[in-house]
């Protein structure tokens, strides 16, 4: 029989300090290794009594289990992503993106200039704790706008994920207190357009046309042009 798995924080592929000054240090370091690391272990907690009550054929309370596990899985699986599309501007965060993300964008919103806007304005919009995403529709082959509340309510199940922006009070109140639309807008300063491309080209990459939109001139070297 095969191992059971359990969750792990994942690295940063940059520094504390290297998403300043969007993000400070101190911000970055209790938001990954504080708040991300907690979801981590309170999801590992929760399957490890699972197995333990499956082992000695009891029953616990399944309805605030598995629900506390969407939870902590969601928060999870969210802020890897999150760490995932940002970069230092020194490693090409911010820009304009190339590739097809830039054609899906444009086909979808009309401009890229659009789509900031339209983004920047659902995580201006969520209410207390959640999340701006962008996500792929694979059956009406179109990206889509949604708001998550938390970490699991209130999205549209089966759709992937290509961005996401994390709006919790934790993401930004040490650093921009009250003011959650400068955090936003900021946002875009380290917004990793070669992983979220490279997401487009795995999700809805197959058998699309050469790319028509020049890559961003900051990643030119990192992103061909198709």
Known sequence: MAEKGFYSLPDLKYGYGDLAPFLSEQLLKIHHDGHHRKYVNQAN?????????REEGT?????????SLAFNVGGH?????FWENMAPTYAGGGGEPGGLIADLLENEFGSFDRFKKEFTEVANSVESS???VLVMC??????LLMQVKDHHLYSIPGFRILMVLDVWEHAYYLDYQND???YNQ????VVNWIEIDQRAEDIAGAGKVESR???NPATAHIIPKR
């Open 186 to 189: 900021t946002f875009w300063d």
């Open 180 to 182: 959650k639309a400068k």
């Open 45 to 53: 907690a929760l399957l490890e009594k699972l197995d333990k009550a």
């Open 77 to 81: 699986y969210l802020h890897s992503l």
């Open 213 to 215: 939109k020049a890559v």
């Open 59 to 67: 029953m616990g309370s399944m309805k605030c289990d598995i629900q």
């Open 138 to 143: 694979m059956e009406a082959n179109r990206p």
């Open 130 to 132: 959640g999340w701006a």
